[in-house]
């Protein structure tokens, strides 16, 4: 059995859980450039990765207090996939009051184990299922005592009496046990044993990921994060995080990142139909071919910049 938190902006709620099933999918979104002339291998660029989460667990319930904890537990998690409206009480021409959505929820956090560790994420499905063939706890009327004398309060009945021992007398000695308390006295309720739940979510992200970055000055192969943890799943303290993921300390004033080099065997080339390159290098100085090259009698020049820029210049 598990212990599964879900954190919203108005509560908490959690419950122990008997896992089904759980999944998690990342999804890498990649944007195919135009390939050149030539090339042979197609070039991507990195767009985000989506996390996405599926969880099916069973709550059981030893008694009717369990029952409707569970109950109020997936009322909780029923909410979640609803989006927030505000409202400042305006009202509109029918009397009416307005109000604003404003999109979905991001304020649930969700805990499950080492697997999700407080993430924040956005529920995309809900479903549970009471299980009816595992049975429910029911209504007894029954009275017990004498009956009653005019005048007089009826007995108490067998739901109601549990229902009395279960809040006011429990631990060891008491009047019921918790596995005693199986009859309640709210006629029309039902109190299932055991409730079976799946839920979907994308798992969002409020800390940098991949490689690089900020908070790794200097070090563009160590894992973004720099907590010193395994992401996503932690393995605990027995199991040391890999050594792209150890923390390192980030200077208060980190200077800039060092400029590449500059490459000073950057040549300006010169070019005419039907020749090969004429090279001309930073000081302006042309081999002699240069000035024998023209198209339709003019002479001119192809310049290309340390960093790529391609420029033509006609020397006439």
């Given amino acids: 059995m598990q212990s599964s938190q879900f954190n919203t902006q108005d ?15 990342f999804g890498s979104n990649w944007t195919e450039l135009e390939r050149a002339f030539g090339r042979l291998n197609p070039d991507f660029r990195y767009v985000n990765t989506i996390r996405k989460l599926t ?10 207090a369990d029952s409707k ?51 924040l994420c956005q529920f995309t499905d809900f479903s549970f299922t009471p299980e009816f063939d595992s049975g ?25 009496l549990q229902e009395e021992y279960f809040s006011n007398d429990r631990g060891p000695g008491a009047l019921i046990e918790e596995t005693g308390f199986v009859y309640h006295s709210q006629k029309g309720k039902v109190y299932p044993k055991q409730i079976s739940v799946s839920i979907s979510a994308i798992i969002l ?21 720099n907590k010193n943890r395994d992401w996503p799943h932690g393995t605990g303290p027995t199991y040391p995080v890999l050594s792209y993921m150890t923390s390192q300390e980030i200077p208060l004033n980190s200077p800039a990142p060092p400029r590449p080099p500059v490459d000073n065997t950057a040549r300006r080339t010169t070019r005419e139909a039907g020749t090969g390159p004429v090279t001309i290098d930073r000081t302006g100085r042309a ?29 006439d």
């Fill in 11 to 25: 509560a908490s709620i959690q419950r122990n859980i008997f896992l089904t099933a759980y999944s998690e999918e």
């Fill in 55 to 64: 969880m099916s667990f069973t709550l059981p319930a030893k008694n009717v």
């Fill in 69 to 119: 904890a569970n109950l109020d537990f997936c009322s909780g998690l029923a909410r979640v996939v609803y989006g927030d409206y505000t409202t400042n009480f305006e009202k509109d021409t029918f009397g009416q009051i307005t109000y604003n959505f404003q999109g979905t929820s991001f304020n649930t956090r969700i805990k499950f184990g080492n697997l999700l560790r407080n993430e």
């Fill in 136 to 160: 429910v706890f029911e209504y007894n009327d029954a009275q017990v005592g004498v009956a009653a004398r005019p005048n007089q309060n009826s007995p108490p009945t067998v739901g109601r």
């Fill in 205 to 225: 992200h409020d800390y940098p990921l991949g490689f690089g970055g900020r908070r790794r000055p200097g070090a563009p192969l160590k894992w973004a994060e």
């Fill in 287 to 315: 081999s002699a071919e240069t000035a024998n090259l023209n198209v339709d009698g003019r002479e001119f020049e192809v310049v290309v910049s340390p960093d790529g820029n391609v420029k033509i210049e006609w020397k």
